[in-house]
């Protein structure tokens, strides 16, 4: 979810490939890693405190970038957005879009031993699925039959999943999907082995044992470090890296922190506080230590749909025209942003819709002023805004704040957080108000922008009001949702891309979302001791293909 050059991917083109480099390789002797790149070496960067590392739980940026070194499922996305063969190596879809049969490379196994088989990844997806487990990432896997019984409590399995021999994996649905193996890259349907117990092995939580290019070197150190190291027994291409060393940093001032660290020779890898991109570009584009990747991320505000001051459209509305995009991308940004008019990121090409978010395009006071008084928004009424800290969201959060108070005649009071706290605050029972929300794609296809984020199903809602799936909006559509349901029973591509435009249309119409920028990942790269640095699909360090210069 996170380059001196720019790369664009198209997520109309999903290319599949079993290509050996994807699919297996061989170790080019026994410091690991393989052809001519270069082995050894400790890579060191600094993160936020993860919500997990466990697949049950891995869910943002940093989680994943620990889980997704882990863990290795059916198929990876590459940085450019194709869809490649990991453990995979066929696939079969019935004609009605409802069972899917992957047969799965034989011979790999866990680091401790256990093989890789169908039963690891039926243990794996069971193990998320169940209630107990209050995965904040299992509606990934409600398509899969028997999903809903149990969540409900009255089942242990998913009745869909089933291993007709020891490498062979049948997987029904409840519904057709015809994109459904894509979203098998996502690391909540990473095998897991028989030792990982239930979600809440904390045992197992806090020091996962996987079957992924890295394996932990003790145990996740809250608030102070992770440390990975290189499997040796990885059952596909090894890593060349020996050791990734990865600091977790005062969530207040995370990115000032990883600057500063980059700069002192401590860090091989950062983000850097918005103030100082100017003068961080200028010093290190010139020694190739500066990368500038548009990537498949959006920015938004997010508001409560179902409560509190935008429970009206028209006040939603308001909000979006009372913002200056430009101005901030300008002043805070300088430059370094693209204002966004659209759910969907430029980067779907196939299904891009310029300036569908007409509250987007400009700036429009008065018509700002008229909905906010026809939605209820009054001149002295108050509205929240939340947002993490340590991350560089402080001055535009503030330029946000400054022209919601100037034009609407609100009060706004914005509130920081640690990044966890917000997402818990964000599912909160009665939660109102405004939060600062990005999206990056679990894996490349429309549909993990507008199901996860917009459909009624992935709003999850437990028996106090607390929402455990992503939806954090609670934007409930009926028309909207039948129309994100066809496009996954839709087999034909063109087809299913006219579907995801009507669905992204409904949902601007309501203000579901109000888009802000999309987004131009920058980082800071030690490129004089490294080679192969580059973003990832996550938006993180492409750790299993670095090497020593």
């Known amino acids: 979810m996170r380059g001196a050059k720019s790369a664009k991917w198209v997520a109309g083109t999903i290319v599949i490939a079993l290509a050996a480099t994807a699919c297996g390789g061989s170790d080019s002797g026994s410091g690991g890693g393989s052809g001519s790149a270069k082995a050894g070496g400790t890579f060191r960067m600094g993160i936020t405190e993860p919500v997990a590392i466990d697949p049950y739980n891995a869910q943002e940026s940093e989680g994943t970038l620990v889980a997704s070194n882990l863990f290795t499922g059916l198929y990876l996305p590459t940085a450019d957005g194709q869809v490649v063969p990991a453990l995979a190596t066929s696939k079969e879809v019935s004609a009605d879009g409802k069972t899917w049969t992957f047969k799965i490379k034989q011979g790999t196994k866990f680091t401790n031993g256990e093989p890789v088989n169908a039963e690891a990844f039926i243990r794996g997806w069971n193990r998320v699925a169940q209630k107990s487990a209050a995965s904040d990432v299992a509606y990934h896997l409600a398509g899969i039959a028997g999903f809903d019984q149990v969540q409900a409590g009255k089942a242990t399995s998913l009745s869909g999943l089933s291993a007709p021999d020891p490498y062979t994996l049948q997987v029904k649905l409840s519904a057709a999907d015809f994109e459904f193996y894509i979203k098998t890259t996502h690391t909540v349907f990473s095998p897991v082995p028989k030792v990982a117990g239930d979600a809440k092995n904390k045992t197992y939580n806090e020091a996962p044992i996987g079957n992924g290019p890295f394996k932990m070197q003790g145990k996740w150190e809250h608030n102070k470090s992770i440390t990975m190291v290189r499997n040796d027994d990885y059952g596909l291409t090894k890593a060349h890296l020996d050791k990734v060393q990865v600091d977790i940093l005062n969530s207040n001032n995370g990115v000032t922190l990883e600057y500063q660290g980059f700069e002192s020779g401590q860090y091989d890898w950062a983000r850097m506080p918005t103030p100082q991109l100017p003068a961080a570009k200028a010093k290190y584009d010139a020694q190739g230590e500066w990368i500038a990747q548009d990537t498949n991320g959006m920015n938004y505000l997010l508001p409560v749909t179902d409560n509190g001051p935008l429970k009206d459209v028209?006040?939603?509305?308001?909000?979006?025209?009372?913002?200056?995009?430009?101005?901030?991308?300008?002043?805070?940004?300088?430059?370094?942003?693209?204002?966004?008019?659209?759910?969907?990121?430029?980067?779907?090409?196939?299904?891009?819709?310029?300036?569908?978010?007409?509250?987007?395009?400009?700036?429009?006071?008065?018509?700002?002023?008229?909905?906010?008084?026809?939605?209820?928004?009054?001149?002295?009424?108050?509205?929240?805004?939340?947002?993490?800290?340590?991350?560089?969201?402080?001055?535009?959060?503030?330029?946000?704040?400054?022209?919601?108070?100037?034009?609407?005649?609100?009060?706004?009071?914005?509130?920081?957080?640690?990044?966890?706290?917000?997402?818990?605050?964000?599912?909160?029972?009665?939660?109102?108000?405004?939060?600062?929300?990005?999206?990056?794609?679990?894996?490349?296809?429309?549909?993990?922008?507008?199901?996860?984020?917009?459909?009624?199903?992935?709003?999850?809602?437990?028996?106090?009001?607390?929402?455990?799936?992503?939806?954090?909006?609670?934007?409930?559509?009926?028309?909207?949702?039948?129309?994100?349901?066809?496009?996954?029973?839709?087999?034909?591509?063109?087809?299913?891309?006219?579907?995801?435009?009507?669905?992204?249309?409904?949902?601007?119409?309501?203000?579901?979302?109000?888009?802000?920028?999309?987004?131009?990942?920058?980082?800071?790269?030690?490129?004089?001791?490294?080679?192969?640095?580059?973003?990832?699909?996550?938006?993180?360090?492409?750790?299993?293909?670095?090497?020593?210069?």
């Not at 704040?401 to 920081?416: A, F, I, P, T």
């Open 314 to 549: 028209k006040a939603r509305q308001a909000v979006s025209y009372a913002i200056d995009r430009d101005a901030i991308i300008k002043g805070v940004f300088q430059g370094m942003q693209t204002k966004s008019t659209t759910i969907l990121p430029p980067v779907f090409k196939d299904v891009y819709q310029k300036d569908l978010c007409a509250t987007c395009v400009k700036q429009d006071k008065a018509k700002a002023k008229q909905l906010a008084a026809e939605g209820g928004l009054k001149p002295g009424s108050t509205i929240q805004v939340a947002y993490n800290t340590g991350a560089g969201h402080e001055e535009w959060i503030q330029a946000v704040k400054q022209q919601l108070e100037d034009v609407l005649g609100v009060k706004v009071q914005s509130v920081g957080k640690p990044f966890a706290e917000l997402l818990a605050d964000e599912q909160k029972a009665g939660a109102s108000g405004l939060y600062r929300y990005a999206w990056g794609a679990d894996y490349p296809t429309p549909d993990n922008y507008l199901y996860p984020l917009l459909d009624t199903a992935s709003i999850n809602k437990d028996a106090s009001g607390k929402v455990t799936g992503d939806n954090r909006a609670r934007y409930s559509n009926k028309a909207f949702d039948d129309l994100v349901a066809k496009a996954r029973a839709t087999k034909d591509q063109a087809g299913r891309n006219a579907l995801y435009k009507q669905a992204e249309k409904v949902a601007l119409d309501d203000q579901a979302l109000i888009p802000l920028w999309n987004r131009t990942q920058l980082r800071l790269a030690n490129t004089k001791k490294f080679a192969n640095i580059k973003l990832d699909f996550h938006e993180d360090p492409n750790l299993a293909e670095i090497s020593l210069k």
